[in-house]
């Protein structure tokens, strides 16, 4: 299986502070995408980065991607209570036919 | 604002009675997917159609799930008959993919309780 799985499962922070969420993942991909879900809600695409990305960046996020070590990570800085809610990783295979998600980080950031 | 629409929100039903869920897909999208997330399981692949074609149903249980795309703006995924264990959310995406990239963008879900 290609799914991804992000540690840690939960983090809880305080407002203001940084957020570090890390995925892991098994094969070979075609580019990786971070969602983010509110309680209740469908998941919203945070970003993507290919294959041949190392970093990238979106606002306050920051994803980086390590294809020989398998893994990428997912930073927020100066974050928000706003900001709670689960974020998962989404790997694609390179005919992009399947999207597979890790079990998700569950962040928690108190005002 | 373009969305994906499921119905219904929400279902509670009796086991052994049949389920559909509907999805419409945002209005362009050449690809749609269904997704079921649980606590235990997280967020698992059930089936995903490409320009309408079926291309990979292998996440599915196939002797009591289905997933069809009867039109372009109509994806339904049946449950017949409902187990206590199909209880889940239940989400629909959809996205332009174009080459080798795209984005999903997710429905609501549909919450199922079988009793």
């Known amino acids: 299986s290609q799914q991804g799985e992000e540690d840690p499962q939960a983090l809880s922070i305080q407002e203001g502070e940084n957020a570090t969420m890390n995925c892991s993942y098994k094969t070979s991909i075609n580019n990786l995408q971070w969602y983010r879900q509110n309680s209740g809600r469908g998941l919203v695409h945070l970003i993507l980065i290919r294959s041949n990305e190392r970093e990238k960046h979106s606002g306050r996020l920051r994803v980086t991607l390590d294809t020989s070590k398998k893994s990428s990570s997912l930073l927020i800085t100066a974050s928000r209570a706003a900001d709670t809610a689960s974020y998962f990783c989404?790997?694609?295979?390179?005919?992009?036919?399947?999207?597979?998600f890790g079990s998700g980080t569950k962040l928690n950031v108190k005002p | 604002d373009a969305r994906v629409t499921q119905t219904p929100r929400h279902k509670v039903t009796e086991m052994g009675q049949e389920v559909t869920m509907r999805c419409q897909p945002i209005?362009?999208?050449?690809?749609v997917f269904w997704y079921r997330q649980t606590m235990m399981q997280g967020l698992e692949l059930l089936a995903y159609f490409r320009n309408r074609a079926p291309l990979d149903d292998s996440g599915m249980p196939k002797d009591r799930f289905s997933a069809e795309m009867p039109d372009a703006t109509l994806a339904t995924l049946k449950i017949q008959p409902s187990e206590p264990r199909d209880s889940a959310v239940y989400f629909c995406?959809?996205?332009?993919?174009?080459?080798?990239?795209?984005?999903?963008?997710f429905g609501e879900g549909s919450r199922l309780t079988v009793l």
């Open positions: 209005l362009g999208h050449n690809t």
């Open positions: 989404a790997t694609a295979e390179y005919n992009f036919n399947k999207f597979y």
């Open positions: 995406a959809s996205g332009l993919f174009e080459g080798n990239t795209g984005e999903l963008f």
